[in-house]
C-alpha cells in the first residue's frame, strides 16, 4: 500500500548538512498497522512527512496505493494527499470551528455538498463516540476527545491509509488505550491501512502488525513484529521485554514468539537432570499473541540437549552475550 | 465651584462646536479605518506568505514590503501628512478639511495595521498549517479559511488598536485644517486659552476611544474560542 524506496533526506542549514533520512525502504502491506520506533531525532518524524509529500525527499521514491507521489506536483499531489489521511500529535484542530466544522473541512477542500458534507460528518462523529460534542469548540474538549476529533477528520476523505504523528504521545495512559483501540478498530473494520510513528514501545507491542526501528536516519530492523521477536539478536524482541543484565555462568535468553501451554521447564529437569533457575521475565501480548521472554540459567551434564530440545519446540534460544 | 456655573452658561454655546468636531472625527477615522483595512489586512498577508517557511516564500518580496511598511512606520504622522500633500491633492482635489486628512490617515496606519496583522497570522498554530496542507488545501484556501479565521481575535484586536491610533492621529491633522475634536482642542483650547473647550475634548475623546475599545473586547470576547 505504501512503498518507499531509497529514501534520503538532506536538509542544509547555514553552516552544514543535516542527514535525516539516510537510505530508508519502506513497505506498508494493505491493511496491517505499521509502526516506526525509535528516538526522537531518529527520523521518524521527517519519513512520515515524506509518505504524503510534506516534505519532499531529497532521494528515493513514495508510492501510495501505486501511485508514485513524488512525481507529481499542484493539484495532483493535493488530490493524492486527499486519499491520505493524518492525526497529529498536537491535534492541529481549528480553534475557530465546532467540532463537526473541523471534522467538515476536508470535506469543504475537496469540494464535498453541504448536505453531503453534514450527513458524512454525522457519520464520523458517531464512529468515534463524539456525536454529542458536535457544536462544541476544541478548547472545551479533553486530549482524548481532540484526538478524537482529528481521527474522524482524518477519515472525512475515506482515505485507505492514515498516517498517525505520535497520535497517543500526549494523553495519559488510559486515554491512550481508548485512542490505541480506536485505531485498531478502525483497522480492523475499515480495513484501513495505518502506518504510525512513536516513540512508546507499547504502542508497537500494542497494536502492530509490522514494526520498524528507526535510529540515525535508517531502519535498524523491520518485518513483522512476530518474526522480529523470532530472530536471534533481534533489537525489537530486547526493547519490548527489556530484561535485567544477567552475567552469571550459563544463563541463556529464551524467547517465546508464541504461546506454549506445555510446562517446558518442568519437563527440562525432569528429562535432562538439569538445574533450571529463572532470573528474570516478562510475558505480553504482542499482536493478539502472547509472547515472552526469559533469562534463565541452566546447568548441568545434559545442558547442550536441554538446549537443542528448547530449540526443537520451536523457542528462540540466545547464549548470554554479556 | 464658579466653573460649573460657568460652564453651564457657556455650554449652548460649546455643545453644536463638540458635536460638529465629534462626527468630523469620526467621518476621518472611519473613512480611513476602512482604507486601512482595505490595504493593510493584505499587506500583512503578504508579509507572513513570503516569509521564510511562510506559504510561498519569496524573500526579496518580503524585503522590499518590509522596507516600505518600516518607512511608513518610521515618518511621525505630521511629517507624513506633509509629505503626502500633493498626493492629498490629487486624491482629493484639496489639501484642508476633513476629507483630505482622510489619505494621510490612511497612510500612516497602513503599515502600522500590516504590522499588527503579520503579528497576529504569526500566532496561529504551525500545525494546523501543516495539517492543511495534509488535507489538500490550497494556499488561497489555507489563507482564507486558516490563517484568517484562526487569526480573528487578534485581527479585531489590532483594528481597534489602530482606530485608537487613528484618533490620536486626527488630532494632529487639524494643524492642516482636518478638522475634528483633536482641531477644536488646538484652536480654541490652546491658541485662545480656554480651558473649558480643552477639558471637554478630553472628555470627548475619551468617551469615544472608551467606547470602541469596549466594542472591540466584546468582539474579541466572542471571536475567540481557545
Known amino acids: ?322 | 465651584m464658579s466653573w460649573i456655573h460657568e460652564l453651564a452658561e457657556r455650554w449652548p454655546d460649546m455643545w453644536p462646536v463638540l458635536w460638529l468636531g465629534t462626527l468630523d472625527t469620526l467621518y476621518m477615522v472611519l473613512w480611513a479605518t476602512l482604507f486601512t483595512v482595505l490595504f493593510g489586512l493584505p499587506l500583512g498577508v503578504l508579509l507572513v506568505m513570503t516569509d521564510r517557511g511562510g506559504l510561498t516564500p519569496a524573500p526579496a518580496v518580503k524585503a522590499v514590503l518590509g522596507a516600505i511598511v518600516n518607512i511608513g512606520r518610521s515618518l511621525p504622522f505630521i511629517v507624513l501628512m506633509v509629505a503626502v500633500l500633493s498626493l492629498t491633492r490629487f486624491l482629493t482635489g484639496t489639501t484642508l478639511g476633513p476629507t483630505a486628512a482622510i489619505v494621510p490617515l490612511s497612510i500612516g496606519a497602513i503599515p502600522f495595521f500590516a504590522r499588527l496583522v503579520e503579528t497576529a497570522l504569526r500566532e496561529v498554530d504551525r500545525g494546523v498549517i501543516e495539517a492543511s496542507h495534509a488535507m489538500g488545501a490550497r494556499r488561497l484556501t489555507i489563507v482564507a479559511k486558516v490563517l484568517l479565521p484562526e487569526a480573528l481575535p487578534g485581527l479585531i484586536a489590532g483594528l481597534v488598536m489602530t482606530i485608537v491610533a487613528l484618533i490620536s492621529y486626527s488630532a494632529m491633522a487639524g494643524a492642516i485644517g482636518g478638522g475634528g475634536l483633536g482641531d477644536i482642542a488646538i484652536r480654541y483650547g490652546y491658541q485662545r486659552f480656554d480651558d473649558y473647550y480643552l477639558w471637554a475634548t478630553v472628555v470627548f475623546l475619551v468617551i469615544v476611544v472608551q467606547l470602541i475599545q469596549s466594542l472591540g473586547d466584546v468582539l474579541v470576547r466572542r471571536m475567540s474560542h481557545r
Open chain 1, 1 to 322: 500500500m505504501i512503498n518507499a524506496v531509497g529514501l534520503r533526506k538532506v536538509y542544509r542549514l547555514k553552516d552544514r548538512e543535516v542527514l535525516a533520512l539516510d537510505g530508508v525502504d519502506l513497505h506498508v502491506r494493505q491493511g496491517e498497522i505499521y509502526g516506526v520506533v525509535g528516538q526522537s531525532g531518529a527520523g521518524k518524524s521527517t519519513l512520515l512527512r515524506c509518505v504524503n509529500l510534506l516534505e519532499r525527499p531529497t532521494a528515493g521514491t513514495v508510492a501510495v496505493d501505486g501511485e508514485d507521489l513524488t512525481s507529481l506536483s499542484g493539484a495532483r499531489l493535493r488530490a493524492a494527499r486527499r486519499g491520505i489521511g493524518m492525526v497529529h500529535q498536537h491535534f492541529a484542530l481549528l480553534s475557530s470551528r465546532t467540532v463537526a466544522a473541523n471534522v467538515a473541512f476536508p470535506l469543504e477542500i475537496a469540494g464535498v455538498g453541504r448536505a453531503e458534507r453534514r450527513r458524512r460528518v454525522g457519520e464520523l462523529l458517531e464512529l468515534v463516540g463524539l456525536q454529542e460534542k458536535a457544536r462544541a469548540y476544541p478548547a472545551q474538549l479533553s486530549g482524548g476527545q481532540k484526538q478524537r476529533v482529528g481521527i474522524a477528520r482524518a477519515l472525512a476523505s475515506s482515505p485507505k491509509v492514515l498516517l498517525s504523528d505520535e497520535a497517543t504521545s500526549a494523553l495519559d495512559p488510559a486515554t491512550t488505550e481508548s485512542i490505541l483501540e480506536l485505531l485498531r478498530d478502525l483497522n480492523r473494520e475499515l480495513g484501513l491501512t495505518i502506518l504510525l510513528i512513536t516513540h512508546e514501545m507499547d504502542v508497537i507491542k500494542r497494536i502492530c502488525d509490522s514494526a520498524a526501528i528507526m535510529e540515525q536516519g535508517v531502519f535498524r530492523e523491520s518485518g513483522k513484529v512476530l518474526d522480529l521477536l523470532a530472530t536471534p539478536g533481534s533489537l525489537l524482541a530486547r526493547s519490548l521485554f527489556p530484561l535485567p543484565p544477567a552475567d552469571a555462568p550459563g544463563v541463556v535468553t529464551i524467547t517465546y514468539p508464541r504461546q506454549f501451554d506445555e510446562p517446558l521447564m518442568s519437563e527440562l529437569t525432569r528429562r535432562f537432570d538439569v538445574d533450571v533457575n529463572v532470573l528474570g521475565g516478562a510475558v505480553e501480548t504482542v499482536s493478539g499473541q502472547s509472547v515472552g521472554r526469559l533469562n534463565v540459567g541452566i546447568q548441568g551434564a545434559n545442558r547442550a540437549a536441554a538446549l537443542a530440545y528448547l530449540k526443537d519446540k520451536g523457542l528462540l534460544v540466545e547464549e548470554s552475550t554479556r
